[in-house]
């Protein structure tokens, strides 16, 4: 039996693996596992959501619910870049005092992200 290959499918996969991830990171804390692999595992889960965002460009009716309410996240491609250069920078600011709370793994590889996101926009708008 061949198996369907299409965005659908991919996401389903790709938020399957994030939650596997997830539990592993909580593994990792519980039996103090060493907290650079809780890093590890942040940075392979900013990738899994890299990849997820470029679906959601292409397909914006997969869009999980909870981002758009949670994030206030309009459909992709429908914020002028502008605008979306202004909400990276107002998220990188809350993420800063996010981390100036509580030194998270998590949060700095989504700053990260954030950061690359903004660098690219900044270079596209020139």
Do not use: C
């Not at 605008?83 to 996010?98: Q, S, T, V, W």
């Not at 981390?99 to 690359?116: P, S, T």
Request: charged share 40%; proline share 4%.
């Amino acid at each position: 039996m061949k198996k369907e290959v299409s965005l659908d499918r991919l996401d389903r996969q790709l938020t399957k693996s994030a939650r596997i991830l997830d539990d592993s990171a909580r593994l990792i804390r519980d039996l103090d596992f060493g907290k650079e692999n809780i890093g590890r595992i942040a940075e392979a889960l900013v990738m899994i959501f890299e990849i997820q965002n470029q679906i959601y460009e292409q397909r914006p009716d997969l869009t999980p619910e909870h981002l758009k309410k949670e994030w206030n996240r309009p459909r992709p491609g429908t914020r002028a870049p502008e605008d979306e250069l202004r909400f990276l920078r107002d998220e990188a600011e809350r993420i800063k005092n996010e981390l100036a709370k509580n030194e998270d793994g998590g949060h700095k590889q989504y700053l990260a992200w954030i950061e690359r996101r903004i660098s690219e926009l900044e270079n596209t708008t020139k």
